[in-house]
């Protein structure tokens, strides 16, 4: 068990904070970076003139901003400026006032904090103990996760979200509703689509104090921006509106068919359903149906045993919540969730769903679809197979596939589990 800790722990540092430290010209937090230090200068930060203007010049400039800004393509081909909300920029307003480089370092010692942090406490609330070889199994399992490794190498503020619903979880089960509501109010602001799913869960248990902890930071944060853009005479969200819509609509990022060359980087349902459909349209419907009939299934079972186990309903949610709607691979750092109820679980004689949800999580120890993608490109992969149905259908979307084996399986269990297990506060005023 420590040869395979050291080992996990060796691939994250080479896989996530060495790649990041190569790679600080252009990553995924440059963008909220800029547009944070716009907010706090009083400018647009959806504006893709105001970003390109405050470029640091520390900063090579990469070759396309110029091209694509003249073009009005940058949103469209590039993702930036981003579509983060305004609360996102308002908590990232400390690092902003840094110059860039010493602002990537911070934002990497946060993101390493962060995640140290979490495991430990999602280890002790979970109450593995220090010989169960099944606590040692999920801390190897949570640092050889390839999303954290993508996402602590690009710099993704997914890291820090995830970090904070798990570390906001474990604060609830100890009772300290304030401060959870506090650390899942701070996940909401960064990235509302990773911890919504949380609050969700303490709003069908009707935990109104750690809810309304959560709308105070919500709203604070929310409320010092828009008066600080107020102040200074902004109008801010044409752009904003324009970043959303072009995002979702034409963004290449975003895109789940052949126009976007990375598209198998994405683990939304939209990815498998276009292999099978071939029509975006249809695609986009049958994954926003299923997405939505798996909610409502969770929305019932969660209503009806509001004294069951939190993590598993927590672990069925957030598998549900990757599928309808764009996520890219990093999102995945989700799945510590139901990889730590698998774990708790394993053993105790209570059938098979455990190990076949950890089974279902073994794929995103690699990135599968950027792999298989790169194989395809340099031609390893024979045209007759890269052709065909099975591989089109099933192989290059296989994570998608698992999650919606592991979302169903989650539900299943949910649909069964008695009231009598651990992790499950009951529900307070």
Known sequence: MFLLALLAGSEFVLRGPVRFLKALDFNDFISPYLQSRALIHGLDPYSPEVLVRSWPASVPAPEFLAGDLADGTLVIRRGIPTAYPLTCLVLLAPLAVLPWPAAAYAWLAINVCLVFAVIPVLF?????????????????????????????????????????????????????EGMAGFFLGLAICLKPQIGLPFLACYLLRRRWRLSAAVAVVVLVSGTLALTWLAVHGIRWTQNYENDNRTLFSSGILSDFTERNPIRFGLINLQVLSYAVLNDARSANALALGIGAVLFGIWVLLAWRKQSGDLLLTAAAIVVISLLPVYHRFYDAFLLIFPIAWALREFGRGRGLAAPWALLLTIPFLVPGGTALERLQASGVVSPVISHSWCWACIVMPHQVWCLLFLSMLLLGKMAVKDAQTSGCPPATG
């Not at 169960?132 to 190498?153: C, E, K, N, Q, V």
Request: aromatic share 12%; hydrophobic share 50%.
């Open 124 to 176: 002790d609330a979970i109450g593995f103990q220090r010989p169960d070889w099944r606590g040692y199994l999920f801390i190897i399992f949570s640092l050889a996760l390839a999303p954290l490794h993508t996402g602590m190498a690009t710099g993704s503020i997914v890291i820090s979200t995830v970090a904070l619903c798990g570390i906001a979880w474990s604060t609830s089960l100890r009772g300290h």
